[in-house]
């Protein structure tokens, strides 16, 4: 049996009928932009998060205005961390910024704490931490160096819908947080999407303002902004899915528990860390192995699928070659890429499935 590394059709008929006549009648209506499924849909996903949302057309625009909207630009510098998708550093690099790379706890692959503070200078405005995989970055230390250094704090929580840090959501922690509703993320739509999550009304208006044209009203403009919005369609899918986002987030962490059951113990494979105060919500499920690439080749050939992320930390990419940068620069960063593969992980897999993943992972002969 073959297992696919993700399916992301709506295998319930249910909710696949409820989308298609909210969709049916958003069309009859010819109600495209804006609207009362945009409106709830903000609303909703403001509540589950705990701040106020701003919706937008995708999660990188949700990083680039709020750093926008923050006052981050030309001349200024925002830590992040090379082992994230390149969206991350894109939005930094896009407002006029540049992005200070520090490098990743090798147990959690989220910013290392430990080494925050000696990557702030005067020109330090913001920290960008990446909830990566669905595990929140730990929060309480960067939250304390930030306000003891004057940062702005924007979460990249575009793989984290839901994910938990001591009780508390991502989203709820930053000045500012982004979300993807990209198909294949945690809450995925029926396209594009994406969203901030802020805690001052001021900050949510400027953003507001900022993606849609800088408008004081019709055809007033206090700046000039983009066009950046959550369409109807996109909002009525989304309104449908957050229902069952709880319920799909406990799939995927009983899935995670199955592999980390069905995996301990083998000489050739690291299961994921998760600190005690963090609920994840699992958007990959990466293991690590010193064979990385054979064990790779081995689940392809039966069927498994399986994939990378990142093959190749920012700070090693040609887009960032000005930065000068070499290799030996973030090596934990670096053993990552080369060490971890992602296993299949998606809410509809089925028992039997995961099971199939296991064996297939515990049949592979260890090159010696
Ligand atoms: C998906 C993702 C983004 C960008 O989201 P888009 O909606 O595709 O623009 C940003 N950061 C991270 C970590 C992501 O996984």
């Known amino acids: 049996?073959?297992?696919?590394?993700?399916?992301?059709?709506?295998?319930?008929?249910?909710?696949?009928?409820?989308?298609?006549?909210?969709?049916?009648?958003?069309?009859?209506?010819t109600n495209f932009i804006g609207g009362p499924e945009v409106e709830g849909f903000t609303k909703e996903f403001g509540d589950y998060c705990g701040g106020r949302c701003v919706t937008v057309a995708n999660g990188t625009d949700a990083l680039i205005l709020a750093l926008r909207a923050l006052g981050i630009g030309a001349g200024d510098e925002v830590i992040t961390v090379p082992f994230t998708f390149i969206a991350t550093a894109e939005a930094i690099s896009n407002v006029g910024a540049t992005a200070r790379f520090v490098d990743i706890d090798p147990k959690t692959y989220n910013i290392d704490v430990s080494k925050l503070a000696a990557a702030i200078n005067p020109k330090t405005k913001a920290i960008m931490p990446v909830h990566l995989f669905g595990q929140v970055a730990d929060m309480d230390p960067i939250l304390k160096i930030a306000r003891e250094k004057n940062l702005k704090v924007i979460e990249d929580a575009c793989q984290a819908h839901g994910g938990e840090y001591r009780g508390k959501r991502a989203g709820s922690f930053g000045d500012a947080a982004c979300f993807s509703f990209y198909p294949t993320k945690n809450l995925g739509g029926l396209g594009d999407g994406g969203a901030i999550i802020v805690q001052s009304p001021e900050l949510g208006a400027k953003i507001a303002q900022l993606a849609d044209h800088g408008r004081l009203d019709r055809y007033r403009h206090a700046v000039e902004g983009v066009n950046s919005r959550l369409d109807a369609f996109q909002a009525a899918g989304l309104r449908v899915k957050l229902r069952q986002l709880p319920a799909r987030n406990e799939r995927r962490?009983?899935?995670?528990?199955?592999?980390n059951k069905g995996l301990s113990g083998l000489s050739f494979v690291t299961t994921p860390t998760v600190p005690s105060h963090i609920v994840p919500v699992w958007h990959l499920y990466s293991v690590e192995s010193p064979h990385r690439d054979a064990l790779m080749e081995h689940l392809k050939a039966k069927g498994i699928g399986c994939g990378v992320y990142y093959p190749i930390p920012l700070h090693l990419q040609p887009a960032y070659a000005r930065l000068g940068l070499k290799q030996g620069a973030f090596p934990v960063s670096e053993r990552a890429s080369e060490r971890i593969l992602a296993l299949p992980m998606f809410p509809e897999m089925t028992d039997a499935q995961v099971d199939e993943v296991i064996a297939a992972v515990k049949s592979f002969p260890p090159p010696r």
């Open 253 to 259: 962490r009983k899935i995670a528990d199955a592999y």
């Open 1 to 29: 049996m073959a297992v696919p590394f993700l399916d992301i059709r709506i295998q319930d008929e249910q909710t696949r009928s409820q989308i298609v006549s909210v969709l049916t009648e958003l069309v009859q209506k």
